[in-house]
């Protein structure tokens, strides 16, 4: 079964709250169209690592490895461009993915990073801690913008190491 760019009906993320709230109150919206999302196999990796079944039997299907891979690859490809606008998001999805790759554990991108953490040195060291730092609601100021596109083009340099 093929899922890179995942169909699906209905998807949703914090993101597209304004979206989402604008077609729920659209009564002509077409809920039935099938659209594609390059990055969902991997949050159905996720669902399918820490998702609980309340009722029934999983009806999700497990993506492929190489379909998660793409999909994750899709949501990194430019971390070192985005970096500097998302420091959090990106570096910490690259620890996971890191992480993913070397241990085969799927992580939440904290989990990701705490994980990595002892085995980095350095600046990469200091960045990763900042931003674990950052996501745990510390106000800290982001590390520069230099270091920040040094360690997303290291760790995504390693990731690309893996895959090849």
Not at 42 to 59: D, I, L, P, S
Not at 90 to 98: A, G, K, M, P, S
Not at 125 to 139: K, P
Request: charged letters at 20%; a negative charge.
């Amino acid at each position: 079964m093929l899922f890179r760019s995942a169909p699906y009906i209905f998807h949703y993320s914090e993101t597209w709250r304004v979206r989402t709230q604008a077609s729920l109150a659209d009564p002509l919206h077409d809920w039935l169209t099938v659209r594609t999302d390059p990055d969902l196999s991997a949050h159905m990796v996720v669902a399918h690592r820490y998702g609980v079944v309340t009722a029934g039997q999983v009806a999700l299907p497990l993506p492929s490895r190489a379909d998660a891979l793409a999909a994750v690859w899709y949501d990194i490809a430019d971390a070192e461009h985005q970096v500097v606008a998302e420091p959090v998001y990106v570096i910490l999805n690259l620890c996971r993915t890191y992480c993913w790759l070397r241990d085969g554990v799927v992580l939440s991108k904290s989990a990701g990073g705490r994980a990595l953490l002892p085995d980095l040195t350095g600046e990469a060291h200091a960045v990763v801690a900042a931003v674990l730092a950052m996501r745990d609601g510390d106000d800290r100021v982001p590390p520069p913008p230099d270091a920040l596109q040094r360690v997303a083009a290291h760790l995504l340099g390693e990731i690309r190491a893996m895959v090849m």
